[in-house]
């Protein structure tokens, strides 16, 4: 087992900072030393990593992604491979990835699928969440299987997308309640999906076809209402735990907020784009452009507060995650489907490279602490779906590292950095502070002197726990 030490390094937990050295023992931390002290302790590393200067941080563990997600008559376009090779790239050891049963599916079979496409092609640790699409007698039966024998403790449900993932209410209580009896933690996309679509027949008849009808027809009261709706529920079955996903709008995080107050189990998650980009300078751009930033929830106006608002949710913790619902789809052949008509533009777009990077941002703007951006993107994802040894550096834990350069800057664009399976860049131009300096997954150096050093079926299948907050 080689015993690699992380020297001279600001480590950087969810509650604090201090100067210290990271012992790692094969794939595992073995101690927090006081800096300079492992030559006392008798300990001859076999490699030693620099850290003077940076920051040392837990991997970063991205809880939403879709590799590979069959969707708008296309597939995202990175798949296990080249996905966790690029979060890989961004300091993100960790993905949680989704199997994904529609109607007439069976639950189980559908895990299984996604076991065999992932199996042998991750270069970083990963997990599963189960969707469910159809609920009847088998699926509600195999919920309970997952969260007894798979490790898989997350079911997510759509209030959105009829015809495809959509579930009606009911079907949603029924799913809820077996989740509140086996401890699972319900995920909910929060959007009325019904409204929306008779919206968007209205707006497709008007010959408002461009991109940005797309959000245009996703009005924020359609997620603020589906919000209240899911969390009604979720108390109705028993207070099960609920977490709402991609929240881009205020009066949503109030919903959030509110049942927070009330004491009821409700967390949610935000994600970079509804934090750096909106409808005015990217979802509106000329011609066709804006298609590169359709995605559901939408991005919404600059002219409103909501991205000032979901800044205050993570700092107040309304908001517990930052996670990226990473799904990319290239413009040619697959965002080109929606040319003359948005709906037809496969939603989703490409960001599990350069979390890290953009909420490290936030802290260099003061939008909330050093600390905090380890909480929200590393330790809470980690607790909230029940990764035992992820998101934290202590004697025990999973050796998943991230040496954070605080005083280089990093460039995101399809000539700069950029390694995902996408042709353009969801983020391009941004110039930020701070940059991925050295990324150790289970005590493999996987990016080091901006190299990718890492090998395609390193990453490993984790079994989850429930939820570290309830139970
Ligand atoms: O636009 C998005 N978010 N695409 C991925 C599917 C989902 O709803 O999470
Ligand atoms: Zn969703
Ligand atoms: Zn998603």
Redesign the pocket.
Known sequence: MAITLISGGTVVSAIGRREADVLIDGESIAAILAPGHAAAYGITPDEVIDAAGKYVVPGGVDA?V?MS?P?GGTV?ADDFDTGSRAAAWGGVTTIIDFASQTVGLDVRETLAARHEEANGECHVDYAFHQIIGDVNETSLEAMTHLVEHEGVTSF?M?M??PGV?YSDDGKILQAMQNASESGALMMM?AENGIAIDVLVAQSLARGDTDPKYHSYTRPEELESEATHRAIKLARVAGNVPLYI??MSASEALEEVSRAQHMGLNVFAETCPQYLYLSIEDHLAQPGFEGAKW????PLRSKHEHHSRDLWKGLRMNELAVVST?H?PFCMKDQKELGIGDFSKI????GGVEHRMELIYQGVVMGEMTLERWVETCCTTPARMFGLEKKGVLEPGADADVLVWDPNAKTKIGIDDKHHMAMDHSSYEGFEVDGKVDTVISRGRVVVANDTYVGAKGHGKFVKRSLNQYIH
């Open positions: 939403h879709h997600l969707f995202s997510k759509f959105a997308y993932f996309h996903v991609h359709v995605c559901s929830t619902d799904c496969p939603n989703g777009m």
